[in-house]
């Protein structure tokens, strides 16, 4: 009998991944720790963390990030599951590709934004308070009837419940608002360091489960 061949390759391990519902809602964040024929076995991120316990047979899905071997979109179902691992097993490939697709969370949060001189990276001008439409790990949009100009570098400091990040961006993508609405929405890229992504695990998954609290009661 042929042996199956695993979903993803090895080049995969310990890369970054979000475990969401089949709904596209936040779970928790993890990395992997091994691939094999019967599925993935899915580590915490930090040693302080502990994954959520779900019930065995739960369909999930799997976002998978790695800037060499390109993202992937896997679904399944959970094994096994444990504050210290949790296994994924019925895998199946939703989507291949080279594009980051981090899951963004929507916010009504308040940040300020400071313009970056593209030569010196020193702020130029007063900050500009805005709005944070939605954050996810790899971006956010933020809305204004400030311009800023498409390709330029921002400082965005926020702070969502007890959580506070200042974040160099770079503006991507610039839509304006509709009949009335005078604001225009950037779309950032950045980069996180390692205590930048710690904070930005909590602040999302804390926005997720408000979220999810709010639609339980309604």
Do not use: W
């Not at 040693?47 to 779900?54: A, I, K, R, T």
């Not at 805005?130 to 933020?142: A, C, N, P, R, T």
């Amino acid at each position: 009998m042929e042996a199956s061949t695993p979903v993803l390759e090895e080049g995969y391990l310990n890369s970054l991944i979000e475990i969401i519902t089949v709904h596209n809602d936040l779970i928790d964040y993890a990395r992997i720790h091994a691939i094999g024929d019967e599925g993935l076995e899915l580590m915490p991120c930090r040693s302080e963390q502990e994954l959520p316990e779900l019930y065995y047979g739960t369909p999930v899905k799997i976002n998978v990030y790695n800037f060499r071997m390109g993202f992937k979109v896997l679904s399944g179902i959970v094994t096994r599951s444990s504050a210290e691992s949790l296994k994924i097993g019925g895998l199946e490939m939703l989507v291949a590709s080279d594009r980051r697709q981090f899951l963004r969370v929507k916010t009504n949060a308040l940040g300020e934004v400071l313009q970056l001189d593209e030569q010196t990276a020193q702020p130029t001008g007063r900050p500009v308070r805005v709005h944070i439409e939605d954050l996810s790990l790899g971006g956010l949009q933020f809305s204004t009837p400030q311009t800023y100009p498409l390709g330029g570098t921002v400082m965005i400091k926020m702070r969502v419940f007890e959580f506070y990040l200042e974040l160099q961006c770079n503006i991507q993508r610039i839509v304006k608002g509709s009949g009335l609405n005078l604001s225009y929405y950037y779309g950032c890229q950045y980069s996180l360091t390692y205590e930048e992504e710690e904070t930005m695990h909590r602040m999302l998954l804390r926005l997720q489960q408000r979220k999810r609290a709010h639609r339980s009661i309604q």
